[in-house]
């Protein structure tokens, strides 16, 4: 297979976040560079009489992303702490340890600016003038600490951290064109009212099948038993999305590495 030559850019960036059965939000515009960071914990094997290890073992690894963002909302800095609430025009935060685990687990995407800006406080990857080229795309759980400075004429920073989570997929982040689907998988547009549920039924093609389905589940939606519906139902009205995914059955590309092409959805459903 030949190989793509064309650079991932990183520089000024943006971010958005959805928690579980919410929609993207966008956060703000960083400052300064995000960084972006994969580390190993190891383990080496020995035998006796001998120096080197005849084995190294990973035993953990971490992706984290720091981003320095600058100049955001109350009602969007309301998604970067657990527990928090917003309040008229306050942000109260309250213990991390009495918020559900909605509230600190979700989805990070960074976007270079240069691949355009998001039209308004929600971020829709549907959209087909949407550039995911340079995209980084992972589930996160929100981490660090709060350090704000206020200087005169300056503008407030609130850096904020995510650690990366495997996603339905096992996969701790996908960076470079997530959105991009292998095989055909459709994004949906749901709508049901109070207290009726919504279902669609999961359907891949053009890949390698058996396909294998999964969903980012929380906050109403959940994936029927059958392993093919995806299923919402909401006691509130408003608009709730989710991710779903689909890996197909082909080969590994290359040797030692998992099988199955992935692809991404996006499922959003309006509540009356």
Do not use: C
């Not at 383990?43 to 984290?64: G, K």
């Not at 989805?107 to 355009?116: E, F, K, S, Y």
């Not at 308004?120 to 550039?131: A, E, I, M, N, R």
């Amino acid at each position: 297979m030949a190989g793509n030559k064309e650079l991932i850019k990183f520089g000024a960036a943006w971010l958005a976040y959805k928690r579980a059965g919410e929609r993207f939000r966008w956060l703000g515009f960083s400052e300064g560079g995000v960084g972006l960071a994969y580390t190993t914990e190891t383990s080496d094997m020995f035998v006796d009489q001998t120096t080197s290890p005849i084995r190294t073992q990973i035993t953990s690894e971490t992706l984290e992303a720091t981003f320095p963002a600058v100049e955001s909302t109350i009602e969007n800095f309301t998604l970067a702490f657990p527990g928090a609430v917003r309040v008229g025009n306050s942000l109260q935060i309250y213990s991390a340890s009495t918020a559900s685990p909605a509230s600190s687990t979700g989805t990070a995407l960074i976007h270079p600016v240069d691949r355009g800006n998001p039209a308004g406080d929600f971020f829709d990857p549907t959209d087909p003038t949407y550039d995911d080229a340079d995209d980084i795309l992972f589930d996160a759980t929100l981490i660090g600490s709060l350090d704000i400075t206020y200087e005169r004429e300056g503008m407030l920073h609130i850096p904020l951290t995510f650690r990366g989570t495997p996603d339905p997929m096992g996969r701790l982040g996908v960076i470079g064109s997530p959105w991009a689907k292998p095989f055909a998988f459709a994004d949906y547009d749901l709508s049901t009212t109070v207290g009726s549920a919504a279902s669609q039924a999961l359907t891949a093609t053009g890949g390698t099948s058996p396909y294998t389905y999964a969903a980012a589940q929380g906050r109403g939606f959940k994936l029927l038993p059958d392993g093919v519906t995806l299923s919402f139902e909401s006691a509130t009205p408003g608009t709730y999305a989710t991710l779903v995914y689909a890996r197909d059955s082909s080969p590994p590309e290359t040797e030692g590495a998992q099988g199955g092409k992935v692809a991404l959805a996006y499922v959003e459903v309006t509540v009356s």
